[in-house]
């Protein structure tokens, strides 16, 4: 256990639905991340979070939307995906700012967009 | 922008000594650090340098060259456990994000 927390594990979804990826820290840090992660890819990072404000969007489609209400807890809004959207979608935090030095990863949620 | 290299897939016995390599290319530096991953698992923290040399952490040890801008994990003694992927790691300039390597892929045989 990293002390990060995602849910679901699982996810199946049809282009047209709607969902959303919930990730939950209890370590106190500052900063978060949505990382996706595709087969024979690098993880690839698409928001960062420092103190509840976005500093980081890495050209990432409208498709997804973050949301970070408090420190703690970070969303990821999905609508109308592709199916090339289908991957591991990973959330990480750190302690927040220059001198961190790691990030602390939860579990994934595997996405299947059908 | 940042990019880093890894070989694809390394395989050893067991009992072996294996070393992997990244190189990277980034517009500002904070430190290089490596993650393990198994299948269906997170990544997990192995190490950090932020200096030249080497770090140890038992059987783990990692090493950098800031004027090469390479560094590799080195592990000894393998044990089928350690069949996983090993990711490098850069901050970017602003140091807000940890920017990933491709990944190696270790296969370790009995």
């Known amino acids: 256990e990293t002390g990060v927390t995602q849910t679901p594990r699982h996810l199946v979804m049809g282009m047209t639905n709607k969902k959303s990826l919930k990730c939950e820290q209890h370590l106190g840090h500052n900063a978060m991340y949505w990382y996706k992660q595709s087969a024979k890819k690098p993880l690839e990072l698409m928001f960062v979070y420092s103190l509840e404000e976005r500093v980081e969007n890495n050209s990432v489609p409208s498709r997804f939307s973050p949301e970070c209400p408090n420190s703690s807890h970070l969303f990821l809004h999905l609508h109308t995906l592709q199916p090339e959207d289908s991957a591991l979608y990973l959330c990480?935090?750190?302690?927040?700012?220059?001198?961190?030095?790691?990030?602390?990863f939860g579990q994934g949620t595997r996405l299947t967009v059908v | 922008g940042q990019s880093l290299e890894q070989p694809s897939e390394v395989t050893a016995v067991e009992g072996a000594i294996v070393q992997i390599n990244c190189t990277y290319q980034t517009s500002g530096f904070y430190g290089l650090s490596w993650y393990q991953q198994h299948d269906g698992g997170a990544p997990t923290f192995l190490s950090y340098n932020a200096l030249d040399g080497l770090e140890e952490t038992g059987r783990f040890s990692s090493f950098l060259s800031r004027s090469d801008s390479y560094g590799y994990l080195l592990l000894q003694e393998l044990q089928m456990k350690d069949s996983a992927s090993y990711f490098c790691a850069v901050r970017d300039n602003y140091g807000q994000n940890f920017v990933f390597g491709p990944g190696t892929r270790l296969s370790v045989l009995p």
């Open positions: 990480a935090s750190s302690p927040g700012g220059y001198r961190d030095t790691e990030a602390f």
